[in-house]
């Protein structure tokens, strides 16, 4: 694989990453109101760099949730709209996997828990063990499973339910402010591709684990 673009905007930020003849170029914004206005240039911006356009890809990867509603369902359609367009396969991942994956790395740790504010009380909690999401729900924070000190907690679920998750896991360390990066996207591609395995071979598709916000959009 010679050119891969990497798209999140499934949580507060907005990131793009470009990975071409063995270097990867990135942007990475927080804390933005309207990703959706933004996602498109930054994409041109990375290509623009390294002076390559969309039908010069032979890969799009990209967060397909669980996260923000309208920012799972604005990623998933851009990379739908290029992937149509200029018939370049796609691979998803999910958000927690991208979480997890990037905080084992930066704590240098085989034990993540991750929990992203899902608001109405609720969040999105990811285990991440040994390089592996091991598991991925809904769930209220109290009611998240006993874990222990040997994890380290990260996602915004921390920060804003921080006293009923400690309560629930007996985790002692955690980051709240710690966010998916479409770099991580891209190192998950490659040992992706190192392994072997498939590409999406159908369009791409939204994972929303709220079913009934998941339900109510297709009415």
């Not at 367009?85 to 034990?111: C, N, Q, R």
Request: charged share 20%.
């Amino acid at each position: 694989m010679k050119n891969i673009l990497a798209i999140d905007t499934c949580t507060e930020v907005c990131s793009v990453s470009l990975y071409t003849q063995g270097n990867t170029t990135s942007r990475f914004l927080k804390d933005v109101a309207k990703s959706s206005s933004l996602i498109l240039p930054l994409c041109d911006e990375v290509l623009d760099e390294a002076s390559l356009n969309v039908a010069d890809l032979d890969l799009i990867v990209y967060t397909k949730g669980p996260g923000a509603f309208t920012g799972v369902r604005m990623c998933v359609s851009v990379v739908q709209g290029m992937s149509l367009a200029f018939d370049i396969p796609t691979l998803g991942f999910s958000t927690l996997e991208v979480v997890g994956f990037g905080a084992s790395k930066k704590y240098k740790t085989d034990k993540v828990a991750i929990a992203l504010d899902a608001r109405m009380s609720e969040v999105y909690l990811g285990i991440y063990e040994s390089g592996v999401l091991t598991h991925e729900t809904l769930c209220k924070p109290d009611e998240a499973p006993l874990l222990g000190i040997d994890y380290m907690g990260v996602g915004t679920g921390w920060s804003a339910y921080e006293n009923e998750l400690i309560g629930a896991t007996n985790i002692n360390k955690y980051a709240a402010d710690f966010y998916p990066k479409s770099e991580n996207l891209i190192n998950l591609a490659l040992a992706h591709i190192d392994k072997n395995q498939a590409f999406d071979g159908n369009l791409p598709l939204p994972t929303y684990l709220r079913n009934n916000v998941a339900q109510k959009s297709l009415k």
